[in-house]
């Protein structure tokens, strides 16, 4: 499990004793609870191929988040599908391209 820190922990202490209130409608529970139930249902199995690279660097950034890095490919996915996941700035991208020449450069020596 990831640390918390102190202002995690405040929150959390707020939380244990009531202090916090939600500002969510109804509606907006009923659809985060729907969209909860959605997600959850997990009920086919996929087999994909990944790069040793890709694969790497997905299971880091699992750790980073303290999640396994099955969920984490399976949030990206749902994020994609649902039009919620956007595309990094142009400079981010081409930040990506130069990390991406460099591994492949230290792959091949």
Do not use: F
Not at 13 to 41: H, N, W
Not at 71 to 96: D, F, M, N, W
């Amino acid at each position: 499990m990831a640390k918390i820190d102190d202002y995690e922990r405040e929150i959390l202490g707020a939380y244990d004793q009531g202090q916090l209130k939600s500002v969510a409608t109804k509606a907006e529970l009923a659809k985060i609870k729907a969209a909860a139930r959605a997600t959850a249902i997990k009920d086919r199995r996929v087999n994909i191929r990944l790069s040793a690279g890709d694969l790497g660097d997905i299971q880091v950034k699992a750790l980073e988040e303290g999640i396994p890095y099955q969920t984490l490919i399976a949030s990206v996915l749902h994020k994609y599908v649902t039009g919620r996941l956007s595309e990094k700035p142009a400079h981010s991208r081409t930040q990506a391209r130069k990390v991406m020449s460099k591994r492949s450069a230290t792959k091949t020596h």
